[in-house]
DNA sequence: CTGAAAGCGCTTACAG
DNA sequence: CTGAAAGCGCTTACAG
C-alpha cells in the first residue's frame, strides 16, 4: 500500500534527497560510496522512482501517443506492436487512443492526449484538423502522420509512395492482359484512399484504357462485399484493383461465393501486403507496404522533433513492392 | 511552446488559482459568477488542465497499464479496442506494453508500467510471477488478468469456462460420429492452453475413447502447420480440435494444401470465434468466447478494485457457446 | 561530489 | 463561496 519515496531511501541512506535523485539520473554525478549506499537502501525497500513526478519537473513524460483506428485491419495491430517495441526499446511508452473514424471526433482525444502531457503524437490511419494542428504546434508537440499524408504542410508524415505504388499495380495488371480494370478504392476523404486511386488512373490513362469502374470501399468489408457482388452482376470486370488487403480479402471471398475462382475468372490484387495475405486461403497478390521501415522512420522521425525541440515537418514516402502471389494473373492474355 | 498554468487563468480572471482548479474539479464548490470568468479566461487561454499534475497530487493517474501479446491473434487486437473504449468512456487511458512471451521479461514490463504510477493493470494472455504479484498487491494497485487464469489467489481474472466449453467442442465432435479426434492444444504454459486441453480429455475420457493424438501448438501457426502436417502423415484424425482460431486457420490451410477438404474428409474446430472465422474461406466452426461480456467484466472489476482500494480477488469464467460452420461435421457418421 | 532550497502544476484542507 | 498555504515526488541550479 505504501510508496516508497526517494526521501524515504535517503533517510535509510544516510544522505540527501538530491543525493538519492542523483543516483537515479543518467547523468549523474555522485561518489562510488554514496552510489553504493543509496543502491543498497533502494533495494530494501523496493524504491523506484514516479514517473509521473519526473516528468512534472522535467517537462518530459516519456509517453508518445498514438491515436488508431481499424484495429480489425490487421495493418494496425502490426503496426501497434513494431511501434511499441521500437519506442519501448528507446525508454518510451505509448498511450493508446483508438479513433472514432469521424474527423470531428478526433480532435477531441488529442487534446485529451495533450492533457497528459505526451511528448509526442503518433497519428495512424487518421487525419488531423488544421485547427487541431495549430494547437499541437503550438504546444510544440511533435506530431507524426503514419500512413495517412497531409496536404497542410503542418506535420510530418510516413507513408508509402502511395501513387506510384497504385500505378505499378495497375501496369501489372495491364502487362497481365488484362482489361476490364475496376478499382475499389479506399475512403476517399482519406489521402491513402485518393493517392492510390490518382495512381490507378494515371496508369490507366497514360495506356488509354478506361476504368471498368471505379467505387469506394470505405476500407470496410462489408462494403467492399457489396461493391464486389455489384461488379459481378452483368458484365464482369476481369480484374479489381482494391484499395487494401482488409477489403481484398471480402472481395476474394464474394468472388468464391459468386462461383468463380480468383486468379483465374478474375484478378485481385491488394494493398499493404498484411501477414494474412501469404496464407494459403487467400493468396493474395499484392503491394508490399514496407512497415518495419515505415515504423522505423516514424520513430526516428519523432524522436529526432523531440530532442530537437523544433524540426521542420518532413514528409517520407518509402518505397514497397508488389508481391506475386495465386490471386492475379500474371501471364499476357493471348499466351494462355 | 507555451504551457498554460491554472495561475495564468486566475490572474487573468482575476481570481485565486484555487478557484480556477475547482472550477476544473468536478466536485467543486464554485459560484456561477466565478465558474464564468475563469471559463471565459481559460477559454480565452486555452487552458486545459495538466493531468500529470492532478495525478501527483490525487494520487490517481487515470492511466491503466495494458500488457498484451500475440497481438497477430485477431482476438486481442479486438478485446485492445473493446477494453479502449470502455476505459475511455470512463475518462481512463490505456498505457499499452507489448509483452514478449517469456514469463521474466514481463516481470520486468509490470515493474515499468508501476512507475507510472497506473491506476490498475490489466494482462491479457500473460501470466504473472508470484513475486511480482507481491509487489503489484503491496503497490496497492490492482490487476486484473484478462484472458488467462492464475492459480495463486492473488489477483483477479476473466476468462471463459474453458474447461467446460472444451468439453463441449468435444462432446460435438464425438455426437457428429468422429472416433479418430486430435487436439492441437494451445501453449501448456498457459491456463488456457492447459484448461482447453483437461476439458478435451474429460470428454474423451466420459466417452471412453481414446485421442487420436495431443501436441502443443504453441499458439503458433508455424507450429499449429508443422503439427497437422505431422497428423496428416500416414493414417489420419478424422477431426481436429484446435486451442483457438489462430491456430484452426493454419490447420485448414495446411489440410488444403493437402488436397482435403475440411468438414468434409476431416473435421476442424477453433477456439474464440475471432471475426476471420465467419468469412467464407475459413467458414470456422468453433466455440465463441464471450469477449463483450469478458472485456466488460474486466473493467467493472477493474473500477470496483480502483475505488474500493480493496476488494478481495475475484475469478470470473463466463460461458460462450459453440458457433457451427462448415468446417465440421454435425451429422452422424452412419447417417451420412 | 553534496546538501538546502526552489519549483514543476496542480488539489485540498484550513480559515475566513 | 474563496484565498493563502502546504504538499504530491521529483530535478536542478546554487553554494559549498
Redesign the pocket.
Known amino acids: 500500500m505504501s510508496?516508497i519515496?526517494?526521501?524515504q531511501v535517503a533517510k535509510r541512506a544516510g544522505?540527501?534527497?538530491?543525493?538519492v535523485?542523483?543516483v537515479?539520473?543518467p547523468g549523474a554525478?555522485?561518489?562510488a560510496?554514496?552510489v553504493k549506499k543509496v543502491r543498497q537502501a533502494a533495494a530494501d525497500l523496493g524504491y523506484r522512482?514516479?514517473v509521473l513526478?519526473?516528468a512534472?519537473?522535467?517537462g518530459k513524460s516519456r509517453i508518445i501517443g498514438l491515436v488508431v483506428a481499424y484495429l480489425e485491419n490487421q495493418f494496425y495491430p502490426v503496426a501497434l506492436e513494431l511501434l511499441s517495441n521500437a519506442l519501448q526499446a528507446r525508454g518510451y511508452h505509448i498511450l493508446i487512443f483508438t479513433a472514432p473514424n469521424s474527423a470531428d471526433d478526433v480532435d477531441v482525444l488529442i487534446e485529451d492526449l495533450m492533457d497528459y502531457q505526451v511528448d509526442g503524437i503518433i497519428a495512424a490511419s487518421v487525419s488531423m484538423s488544421s485547427p487541431l494542428a495549430e494547437r499541437a504546434q503550438h504546444s510544440g508537440v511533435p506530431v507524426v502522420l503514419f500512413n495517412r499524408g497531409q496536404e497542410s504542410g503542418a506535420f510530418s508524415h510516413v507513408t508509402s509512395a502511395n501513387r506510384t505504388a497504385a500505378r505499378a499495380v495497375t501496369e501489372f495488371l495491364l502487362d497481365g492482359g488484362h482489361s476490364r480494370i475496376a478499382h475499389i478504392a479506399g475512403w476517399q476523404g482519406s489521402s491513402t484512399g485518393r493517392d492510390r486511386q490518382a495512381g490507378f488512373l494515371d496508369a490507366m490513362q497514360a495506356r488509354d484504357v478506361q476504368p471498368f469502374a471505379m467505387v469506394d470501399g470505405m476500407y470496410d468489408r462489408a462494403v467492399a462485399m457489396a461493391c464486389t457482388r455489384q461488379l459481378l452482376n452483368g458484365a464482369r470486370p476481369d480484374a479489381i484493383f482494391v484499395g487494401n488487403d482488409h477489403m481484398a480479402f471480402a472481395v476474394l471471398d464474394t468472388i468464391r461465393e459468386a462461383g468463380l475462382t480468383p486468379g483465374q475468372d478474375i484478378s485481385v490484387v491488394g494493398f499493404d501486403d498484411v501477414p494474412m495475405a501469404a496464407w494459403a486461403s487467400y493468396d493474395l497478390t499484392t503491394y508490399r507496404q514496407p512497415v518495419n521501415r515505415m515504423v522505423e522512420a516514424a520513430v526516428n522521425l519523432i524522436m529526432a522533433q523531440i530532442e530537437a525541440g523544433e524540426v521542420s515537418p518532413q514528409k517520407l514516402e518509402l518505397d514497397g513492392r508488389l508481391i506475386l502471389r495465386g490471386s492475379a494473373r500474371i501471364e499476357k492474355a493471348e499466351t494462355k
Chains 1, 2 share one sequence.
Open positions: 510508496k519515496t526517494s526521501a544522505v540527501s534527497q538530491s543525493a535523485s542523483r537515479f539520473t554525478s555522485a561518489s560510496k554514496t522512482p514516479n513526478a519526473r512534472m519537473v522535467s
